[in-house]
């Protein structure tokens, strides 16, 4: 079964610390994963998409198809980082509908 | 911030009354979704709909109904048959079912 399982319901580490929020999914073909971000009082949106290899905002993960992981990493965090932060597989068997982990709420203390 | 509107912002119902959720798009976006965000669930799909006129149950479809009359507009039913139906609730479209999904602001619908 299709699934994103992000392990952490919080993470709290102070300004300038490094930062891995984890994500692992199962999926049977060849998997297409996002991390969306949701900042207080903002709607959901796009951070990064592995396909792209891009770094957005310092943020960057990695596909690593061994460990079926797609952590989200960033050298030093800073307090505007604090947000939810959702792992997503795109499904192409369903309209290509997103399948979600449960969000990882990064706090970044001063 | 334009796209994709919801409303209302938040909504308030009584136990066995039906309610429509907006979802409005002026992104010429083929697909929209509904989602359902619950804390420590994620989001999870109710419907989508990859064209006009036709939609698909996601995979918590049971106690809600929709329509895809116009391109632009996406509204979900929350029926009295959902029996939980207390979430925010989320839509997104995309150009087309697999491309990039935008979201709009959500609706927080409360049963009383």
């Known amino acids: 079964a299709q699934r994103v399982t992000q392990p952490e319901k919080l993470l709290s580490v102070f300004k300038g610390a490094p930062v891995e929020l984890k994500c692992n999914y199962s999926?049977?073909?060849?998997?297409?994963l996002f991390w969306y971000v949701q900042y207080s009082r903002q709607r959901l949106q796009l951070l990064l998409r592995?396909?792209s290899r891009e770094s957005i905002k310092g943020f960057t993960a990695d596909l690593n198809k061994g460990e079926t992981s797609f952590h989200l990493k960033k050298p030093f965090a800073q307090e505007e980082d604090s947000a939810m932060y959702y792992c997503?597989?795109?499904?192409?068997?369903?309209?290509?509908?997103?399948?979600f982990g449960q969000g990882t709420e990064l706090s970044v203390k001063p | 911030d334009g796209g994709i509107t919801q409303s209302p912002k938040y909504l308030f119902r009584k136990e066995g009354q039906n309610v429509t959720l907006s979802c409005e798009q002026n992104?010429?976006?083929?697909?929209m979704y509904w989602y359902r965000q619950d804390p420590g669930q994620g989001l999870r799909l109710i419907y989508y709909?990859?064209?006009?006129?036709?939609?698909q149950k996601g995979d918590i479809a049971e106690g809600y109904s929709v329509s895809r009359e116009k391109k632009e507009s996406f509204p979900l039913t929350v029926t009295s048959a959902q029996k939980n139906p207390t979430a925010f609730y989320l839509c997104?479209?995309?150009?087309?079912?697999?491309?990039?999904?935008?979201f709009g602001p959500g609706t927080r619908l409360t049963v009383l």
């Open positions: 997104a479209s995309s150009e087309r079912g697999y491309n990039e999904q935008f």
């Open positions: 999926y049977s073909g060849s998997p297409e």
């Open positions: 592995h396909i």
């Open positions: 997503a597989l795109k499904n192409y068997n369903q309209g290509g509908k997103l399948i």
């Open positions: 992104l010429n976006h083929d697909a």
């Open positions: 709909s990859q064209i006009v006129n036709d939609f």
